[in-house]
Structures are given as structure tokens and as C-alpha cells.
């Protein structure tokens, strides 16, 4: 029996660092770009495959030297470093201007920090923009900084620190959405990652599918492996296609021959075999 899906949105990817080319054709309908240059990425934007809509967040804002300031992916223009209150809104208004559909922030304890009055700056301007603030979090600590202050989204699951209940119960009253992002990882941050995605899971927490790709070796396209974690989390069924296809009430796209899935294995099958339904007929478009 054949059944018919939106197609998959990879919630966290990095352009700059894949041939986008490589997205034609296949599954993925929509990506997020989350922290590159805001010039180079908007012209990759409005260079990518008919049919793929990109959504981005256009560089990190950070301290002064903050991550990834110097990383050797990185171009000059994906950090921008802001000292003061002033910096942080001028950063969002810039940001905002270029088309960015949340600002992202970077906040790594093993390089400079991004300090508390900036970063409240930058989520005040990003809410009065009705846009959403999209945070890197790396280091002890630097989690919670992310969810007191009042971010929308997390842009990676922590992997490097087991948060407590009351830190997710906060997250989850808050209304935060997790990026996945679990593939990335092996060893003992998987295992924190999986835990910790799946309590807030558990607590009813926002999960959607996000990859990272363009971080080391991961596929352009489906990333089979990160579906598989995200059943291991404990996502099944709605909820497990909501995360990774958004909007279940979207106009299905895709048709595959096999039932709707309903857990990780059977959707990673389906995407396998699955096929448009006719040829994308929109452009791709570059959304701010």
C-alpha cells in the first residue's frame, strides 16, 4: 500500500561546507543553515536545487574571538564578535536585514564568552523581529546559560554534561525546541546526548531532526543514522515524522510504496524507496 509524506527538513546543516547540488532529487525538501557568512550564504541560497527551500541563520554572534572565531571551516564573516548591548542589537538588525530567519548565538566555555547583558540584547531584539534565537551550547554550564536566558532553540542536544531534571522541566516549560544532532557524535557524548534528549523528550520536550551536515563525514541528504537515534530517544510514530518531515499537515510531496512508517527503521526504508510526486515545481527560495 503506498502512502505519501512532506518531505524532510534537516533542521541544523552549513551550506558552505557540501555541494548543495548533491540535494537534488532527493528527499530533503528544506534545510537550516545555522551560522556561515551572511553574503556567501545567501548567494548558495539562491543557488540551490530547484525544489529545496533554505531557510538561514546567517553568521554566530558571539564574543569578541568567541567560537568559532578561527576554526579553519570557518569564513571571517560567520562570527560576529559583540562587546556590548549596542553591538548585539545593531548584530540583529543587520541580521534580520539580510534575510535570516533566526539569529544564532554561540556560547562555548573553551573560548571567549558571549556576556549576559549582549546576549540578553541580541534575544530582545531577535523577539521584537518575531524571530527566534537558535543557540550553540558547549561546556559546563553554558546549556543552562542558553535556557535561563530565554532561548528558542537549542541548536545541538548537550552532549558534554548530563542536565538535571529541573534545568529540562525549565526548558520544556519554556516552550524550547531541541535540535537533534546525535550522529556526530560516538562514545560517551552520544550516550549524554541520547539521555538527555530523551528526558526531554520524555517530559514533553520539541524534538525536530537536524544533522549538522557539513560537520565531518555526514551524508548530503537523509542522514539514516540520525533517524535511527531519534527512535533510540524514543521517537515514534506522529511524532517521529513530525520531527523529521515538520509539518505533518503540509502538502504530501513524497509517495513511497511501503505503509506509513511507524518507528525509525520503517522510515528510513520508506525514504529509501520513496519518489516525488511529479517534479518539484517551485523554485527554490531563499526565506527571511
Known sequence: MCSELPGVVDHHVHLGLVDAGLLSGGPVCEVHDLGWDLDA???IAASAPTGVRVRYAGPFHTAVGGYPSGRAWAPAGAAVGLRDTHEGREAVARAAAGGAFAIKVALNAD???LGDEPLAAVIDAARARGLPVIAHTEGPGQAR???RAGVDVLAHTPWDERLEPEL????????MRWISTLAIHDGPARATAIDNLARFRAAGGRVSYGTDMGNGDQPVGVNAAEIELLGEVGLAGEELLEAVCGELSSEPVLQSPHPRPRDSAELIVWLSDCRWIGAPEAPSAVIG
Open 41 to 43: 550564504v545567501r548567494a
Open 111 to 113: 573560548m571567549p564568552l
Open 145 to 147: 546559560r542558553a535556557i
Open 168 to 175: 529540562i522541566d525549565a526548558a520544556v516549560s519554556a516552550g
